[in-house]
T-cell receptor
């Protein structure tokens, strides 16, 4: 079972470069989420999507854009990377109305901006 | 603004000790409280709590929710070195059918042999 798959796992960027983090889930979940994790900060919600075609801002959306391409895929784009965006990014999905509403996480993408 | 606060931020204990981790929340349209354990990579699910006063148990771990006082605790008895991890709690809220999960900063637990 693949679950939630994120790519790339590691990326180094220079300030001002752009990149897209890809996320796909195969659990037929409606809801998908992007978080960033910094030391001592826990997981902070960047954007989320309740269903295909909808997206909402989370706690720290500035500097990011997202696309919910279809039910399976939810991408996170950095248009002009800044050192403050150095972090570990996690994609997650859930189906809140089914089961216990558990969030399932990808393995994470470690991004360094120089 | 939705907020989840965990305490302590870090904790060092010896094997065999019992620990209690705290999570308080102020979240609009609260639905449930989740606990996760994070070792090297992605967080792994431990518990979801929806009702006050009902303890959930899994082996040496247990958790309970108090919706009146807006907090939850996670207990780990007879700790082992394998319990060393970051423990995260998250409050799940719902608004017009849209669910979001707000996490606390986590408690970093280190268990010494």
């Amino acid at each position: 079972n693949a679950g939630v798959t994120q790519t790339p796992k590691f990326q180094v960027l220079k300030t001002g470069q752009s990149m897209t983090l890809q996320c796909a889930q195969d659990m037929n979940h409606n809801s998908m989420y992007w978080y960033r994790q910094d030391p001592g900060m826990g997981l902070r919600l960047i954007y989320y999507s309740a269903s295909e075609g909808t997206t909402d801002k989370g706690e720290v959306p500035n500097g990011y854009n997202v696309s919910r391409l279809n039910k399976r895929e939810f991408s996170l784009r950095l248009e002009s990377a800044a050192p403050s965006q150095t972090s570990v990014y996690f994609c997650a999905s859930s189906e809140p109305r089914r089961g216990n509403g558990e969030l399932f996480f990808g393995e994470g993408s470690r991004l360094t901006v120089l | 603004e939705d907020k989840v606060v965990q305490s302590p931020l870090s904790l060092v204990v010896h094997e065999g000790d019992t620990v209690t981790l705290n999570c308080s929340y102020e979240v609009t349209n609260f639905r449930s409280l989740l606990w996760y354990k994070q070792e090297k990579k992605a967080p792994t699910f431990l518990f979801m709590l929806t009702s006050s006063g009902i303890e959930k148990k899994s082996g040496r771990l247990s958790s309970i929710l108090d919706k009146k006082e807006l907090f939850s605790i996670l207990n780990i008895t007879a700790t082992q070195t394998g319990d060393s991890a970051i423990y995260l709690c998250a409050a799940r809220s719902a608004n017009s059918g849209t669910y979001k999960y707000i996490f606390g900063t986590g408690t970093r637990l280190k268990v010494l042999a």
